[in-house]
C-alpha cells in the first residue's frame, strides 16, 4: 500500500511520529512545551495561531522524509543538549546561509521560520543550514552566541564533504533569531570573538534587535537573566549601539504595528546602518502581523528573493 503524503488534513501526530523525523521530533512542533497537546491538530489548523501556509509547509515535510529517504543526513545532533544543526544541500559549491528561526530564546520555531524557509533557498540556489540554539534556562548569553559559532565551525570543518562554498556566507534571522544573528555580526561580541570569518550579508525578518524598547520582554530576560535590567548589558546586546562601516550588507523588514517586537527595532537599525554609510535595504509593511515566515499571500511575500539580490551585489 503506498503511503499518503503530508497534507494540510495531516494530522500533528503524524508528521512527528514519521520514522524518518525521529532524531529531531522533539523539535519539530512550536512551542515544544504543548507539543503533545498540539498533536491533534492538523497542519492547516496551525493557521489559527501563527501567519501559516500549511500547503508551502506540507510540500517541505514531504521534500524532507524524501530526502531522509535517500540517506541524506538532514539533522546534525551536537553534543551539547538540544542544540544541532538541519542541512538542507544542494551541494554544487554554492554557498550558505544560516537561519535562525525566532521564538523569544524559549523556543527555535523552526516550523514556522525555518524549514520552508530553507526549502525556499534551496530553490533560489542556495545551500541553506537552520540553527537549533540554546533556550529557556540555557538561553543566557554568551551560550546561543557560542551555539551559532559551533554551526559555522561544523559547516567550515566539513564544507568540502558537504560541497557547500563557505565564501561570502548569510545569516538569517527571525524575531529572537534576529537578534541572534545581527549579535554575531558585531565584531566584539560576535565572529571576532570566535576566530570565525564576519557574515557578508544579513537578513533579519521582524527582528528584535534592540533591548532598550520593551522593558518586559521575554527576549531580554530569557537572554540576560537576573540581570535583565542592568541598561548597560541592554545597551552591550542592542545591535544599533554597534553599528560601524565594516557590518555586513543588510536586508531587514518588519510589520508598521507589529503587536510583539515594536517597530522601533528595526528603525534604530536601520538609522544606524544609514548614519555608518553601510549597505542596507529596510522595508516595511501595513499590518501589525508578527511571525510571517515567509509572507506568503501578504505584502512581502518574494523577501527571501530581494535579500539575495542585495546578497549578490
Known amino acids: 500500500m503506498k503511503e499518503k503524503l503530508f497534507s494540510p488534513n495531516t494530522r500533528l501526530w503524524a508528521i512527528r511520529h514519521a520514522k524518518e523525523f525521529k532524531s529531531f521530533r522533539k523539535y519539530i512542533l512550536c512551542p515544544r512545551d504543548f507539543q503533545i497537546a498540539m498533536q491533534v491538530y492538523r497542519l492547516k489548523d496551525i493557521a489559527c495561531f501563527y501567519p501559516f501556509d500549511s500547503e508551502d509547509a506540507a510540500i517541505t515535510f514531504n521534500e524532507m522524509r524524501e530526502r ?6 538532514l539533522f546534525v545532533p551536537f553534543e551539547k543538549k538540544d542544540t544541532g544543526i538541519y542541512q538542507f544541500l544542494i551541494g554544487e559549491d554554492k554557498p550558505f546561509v544560516l537561519i535562525l528561526p525566532g521564538g523569544g530564546y524559549e523556543d527555535v520555531c523552526a516550523l514556522i521560520e525555518g524549514y520552508s524557509t530553507a526549502r525556499e533557498f534551496n530553490r533560489l540556489g542556495y545551500n541553506a543550514f537552520i540553527g537549533l540554539y540554546s533556550v529557556k534556562k540555557n ?12 554551526m559555522l565551525e561544523y559547516i567550515f570543518k566539513n564544507h568540502e564533504r558537504l560541497h557547500v562554498s563557505i565564501d561570502n556566507y548569510a545569516l538569517c534571522g527571525f524575531s529572537a533569531g534576529g537578534h541572534l544573528a545581527a549579535s554575531f555580526c558585531v565584531k566584539d561580541i560576535g565572529y571576532n570573538r570566535y576566530s570565525l570569518e564576519r557574515a557578508n550579508t544579513l537578513m533579519i525578518a521582524y527582528g528584535h534587535t534592540s ?6 520582554s521575554r527576549t531580554v530576560r530569557n537572554f540576560l537573566g537576573r540581570k535583565w535590567k542592568d541598561r548597560f548589558l541592554r545597551e552591550k546586546f542592542s545591535v544599533e549601539k554597534h553599528i560601524d562601516k565594516a557590518f555586513p550588507k543588510t536586508f531587514l523588514w518588519q510589520c508598521k504595528n507589529d503587536k510583539v517586537v515594536s517597530i522601533k527595532n528595526s528603525l534604530a537599525l536601520a538609522n544606524s546602518l544609514k548614519k555608518n554609510e553601510c549597505m542596507y535595504e529596510y522595508i516595511q509593511i501595513d499590518g501589525d502581523a508578527h511571525g510571517l515566515g515567509l509572507g506568503k499571500g501578504t505584502a512581502i511575500e518574494g523577501w527571501v528573493e530581494k535579500a539575495i539580490k542585495l546578497w549578490e551585489k
Do not use: C, G, M, W
Request: aromatic share 12%.
Open 68 to 73: 531522509i529517504r535517500k540517506k541524506e543526513t
Open 139 to 150: 538561553a543566557l548569553y554568551p551560550s546561543p552566541l557560542e551555539d551559532v559559532a559551533k
Open 211 to 216: 533591548f532598550l524598547y520593551e522593558k518586559k
